[in-house]
């Protein structure tokens, strides 16, 4: 066997060696937040790659209120598609699974829970464009659909399919020990050390009817983080962030229209605004809520052109609390600005343009005091007599005076009125 042969043999081996004995073995990814766009494609590009590096496991730790139903559905279709089996794990103590979680849990090949967790509470509540309730019938349809998603996840894995169900239409919630007991849960486990222990050796039945043995002792446990981008999706995300990125985009831009060549709130305004409506773009919005946000910035800004004795700002403001009430337009309280952001934000933006327009308005009122519209009512001597024209010395200048009648020299005289030829109207003080 020649040198150059025995070479292509070694290389050859490595080459089918070196992928197996280099693979991660166990992935593990960390969902602390709620289910939308940016979490379900943190989970789906973790499935990805545990598929692409030929993973033994995917562990998703995952402490969730809930969340969109669009993004939810993603990440199962994602979930029952994967080559690598994918588990979910309620974790740490005092997590929970609830909603579009526990849809989650079930679509996966192994639902673990730690001590001190819950899951369930599935009832979908569906909500019309302008964020209120539907009604009996079509709230009945989403029941039913939601129902049957998750007994055909059960069923498919196995799983108390009564319980399943009443998490959705009863909306029940179970904790580690019932759902343990209830034939829910693969097992509880309180650590990685547990988890691992727990499952390995385990032979699963995947979603297709495949059976896989999980080979899992020593083999270490990999943490996907979470991407740069995906860090700050999730941040400008948060509802109480996007809401105050744009009622300051708004004030922003509302200062730059109001004072033109200021520049500085102009440019903060429009990067707090762009940033708003890309976080909005994450969010459930409810354009209603929207559209009473940017109907309260007109309110505010009619009142200084139209004397409404406050109506029109009364009007601002209820406008604003209103539909920063409505603003997201979901049953997810972790997904909806707290209250305790939005009252505070709504009535001090309210009660700063309430104070610019009152301001405003009584500069406009406010008599001329420049130009020569500004002489109008002040006081001065007569030069000359007047008779009925003559010499006045009004505001520490010399005019040309007239007036009905006479007026002696020496005599204190009033600016009534300016002639188009600069001449003063006056008469006697």
Request: charged share 20%; proline share 4%.
């Amino acid at each position: 066997m020649t040198a150059r042969v025995r070479k292509k043999i070694v290389f050859l081996v490595l080459g089918l060696c070196l992928p197996a004995l280099c693979r991660a073995a166990i992935f593990k990814i960390t969902v602390d937040a709620p289910i939308h766009p940016v979490t379900s494609e943190y989970i789906r590009q973790a499935i990805s790659r545990a598929d692409a590096e030929h993973a033994e496991l995917l562990v998703i730790a995952i402490n969730t209120p809930g969340g969109l139903d669009t993004s939810m559905r993603e990440i199962i279709e994602k979930i029952l598609s994967a080559r690598t089996p994918v588990a979910a794990w309620v974790s740490p103590s005092g997590a929970r699974s609830a909603s579009a979680g526990f849809f989650i849990g079930m679509a996966c090949d192994l639902f673990v829970m730690s001590p001190g967790t819950n899951t369930g509470a599935a009832h979908p509540v569906g909500l019309s464009l302008t964020g209120q309730g539907l009604d009996q019938t079509m709230s009945e349809k989403v029941t039913q659909d939601a129902a049957a998603y998750i007994k055909s996840l059960a069923e498919r894995r196995g799983r108390n399919v009564t319980m399943a169900e009443d998490a959705v239409r009863k909306s029940l919630s179970y904790t580690e020990q019932e759902a343990m007991k209830g034939g829910l849960l693969d097992g509880l486990a309180g650590s990685d050390r547990e988890l691992i222990a727990l499952l390995a050796g385990k032979t699963i039945t995947r979603f297709n009817g495949d059976k896989v043995t999980l080979h899992l002792q020593g083999q270490p446990i990999v943490e996907i983080p979470l991407s740069g981008r995906q860090k700050f999706l999730l941040t400008i995300a948060h509802p109480n962030l996007a809401y105050l990125l744009l009622i300051l985009g708004l004030l922003g831009l509302y200062f730059e229209f109001a004072h033109p060549g200021a520049i500085l709130p102009g440019v903060l305004g429009g990067i707090c605004l762009f940033l708003a409506f890309f976080a909005l773009q994450i969010l459930p919005v409810n354009y209603a809520g929207l559209a009473l946000i940017l109907l309260a910035i007109l309110f505010f800004i009619l009142e200084v052109k139209i004397h409404t004795h406050g109506f029109l700002s009364i009007g601002g403001v209820l406008a604003m609390l209103i539909g920063s009430i409505m603003l997201i337009r979901t049953n997810v309280p972790e997904l909806k600005p707290s209250l305790n952001i939005i009252i505070p934000v709504a009535l001090g933006i309210s009660l700063v343009f309430s104070f610019l327009v009152t301001i405003a308005a009584r500069a406009l009122r406010k008599k001329v005091q420049t130009g020569s519209e500004g002489l109008v009512g002040e006081v001065g001597t007569a030069r000359t007599d007047l008779d009925p024209e003559g010499r006045v010395f009004v505001h520490g200048e010399l005019w040309r005076g007239k007036t009905e009648g006479s007026i002696p020299r020496g005599a204190k005289v009033r600016v009534v009125g300016i002639e188009t030829n600069l001449t003063l109207k006056v008469v006697k003080e």
